[in-house]
């Protein structure tokens, strides 16, 4: 791996980059849609490429219940798997377990919980949770971290910080690919000082690049922006870092004000299999009557297949709200193009010094997105 920073603001830590991986190059900052299960859901990967798209991320968590690394690695690893030539990030599972299983037990040697699949019991430990990584086969890979809810008590959030620490060294002992990058993870909650010391710690261990996770699990955006600070801070500036799980387009640019570089959020897919669909001149909900007969396209400013091939707003409303799988799968290519223009368009105001007049732009966008 290699990551050059090309442009940066001087009165900000904002930057872009090229990330150069075994199987291409990320111009930074970027955007990663989730590709959990192998699959960025109802859409095709030759035209999740065409949208601009350069990086995915896949789960560790999903693939491990179904169909399973070892059946990935017999088919010649993840990118033959899903047929997908451009870098893969994979992430542990760790958010997955906590989040998605209905219990689980925590102990410094993993994480004990039950199969939704067949309810066996599994141990996902750090040397597991590499292995399974490692035979996937992605560009790069994430340790093991312990995710807190949001409240949770300092107390819990300290312990967790520790936890989290040692894990990333055990997970680091047993990474041995080569050709794959782990990166360290940093937690600490809403708490500045954790997250400085998180950021810090993780650091010394010399991992390639970082991820900040926890983030964007109900605080404040004001808390996060903070906690984000705190641990950006003390993080290398050499090094690309990863903002998990957080992207909202006023949260994009916020965040690569801070010097993010990577994204990765479910929001542009999920949204579109929900009607909502983001356009510069405005967003639109398609399941709207007003759409009934309107034969515009989504938006004259866009390139994705739905508006290129002049298909009308009332011809996609009409897909949506009959469930058709080509409804979901139109929308959310577009909502994809949107996010690779507005990555580009990030990078370009960095590198013209003009992330302020951005920031205006898209915060009147989300505006009328919120009324």
Not at 76 to 81: I, S
Not at 171 to 188: K, N, T, W, Y
Not at 245 to 268: H, M, N, S
Not at 337 to 364: E, K, P
């Amino acid at each position: 791996m290699r990551f050059e920073i090309n442009a940066g603001l001087s009165r900000s830590r904002a930057r872009t980059g090229a990330l150069h991986l075994v199987h291409g190059v990320v111009e930074t900052p970027a955007y990663m849609p989730c590709a959990s299960r192998a699959v960025v859901r109802a859409c095709p990967p030759d035209a999740v490429a065409a949208t601009g798209v350069q990086i995915v991320a896949a789960n560790a968590y999903h693939l491990h219940l179904r169909p399973g690394e070892q059946v990935i690695a017999e088919c010649g690893g993840l990118h033959r798997f899903m047929c997908w030539d451009r870098p893969i990030l994979t992430d542990s599972g760790g958010f997955q377990v906590f989040s998605l299983t209905d219990s689980n037990d925590v102990s410094d040697e993993g994480v004990t919980f039950r199969s939704p699949v067949d309810g066996s019991e599994i141990l996902l430990t750090p040397e597991l949770s590499v292995a399974i990584q490692s035979a996937l086969g992605g560009d790069i890979a994430m340790p093991l971290d312990e995710c807190c809810p949001w409240p949770a008590e300092r107390d819990y959030v300290e312990r967790s910080v520790e936890r989290t620490l040692r894990w990333a060294e055990r997970s680091q002992e047993s990474h041995s690919r080569e050709d794959q990058q782990l990166f360290g993870i940093v937690q600490g909650g809403v708490y500045p000082d954790l997250r400085e010391r998180s950021a810090r710690e993780t650091a010394a261990m010399g991992f390639p690049g970082f991820a900040v996770g926890g983030l964007s699990v109900g605080e404040g955006r004001d808390e996060m922006l903070v906690s984000l600070c705190a641990a950006m801070s003390a993080l290398p500036e050499d090094r690309p870092v990863h903002l998990m799980g957080v992207g909202t387009p006023l949260d994009i640019v916020d965040c690569a004000a801070e010097g993010v570089d990577l994204f990765d959020c479910v929001l542009p897919t999920r949204n579109a299999r929900h009607g909502s669909v983001m356009t510069w001149e405005g967003p639109v909900r398609i399941g709207a009557a007003d759409h009934e007969t309107d034969v515009r396209p989504l938006s004259e400013s866009c390139d994705c297949p739905a508006c290129a091939g002049e298909l009308s707003r009332a011809y996609l409303r009409h897909l949506f709200r009959t469930g058709e799988p080509l409804g979901w799968q139109l929308l959310s290519l577009h909502n994809l193009r949107f996010y690779t223009q507005l990555m580009a368009r990030v990078r370009q105001a960095i590198a013209a010094d003009s992330l302020d007049d951005l920031r205006s732009q898209v915060g009147a966008w989300t505006e009328r997105d919120r009324s």
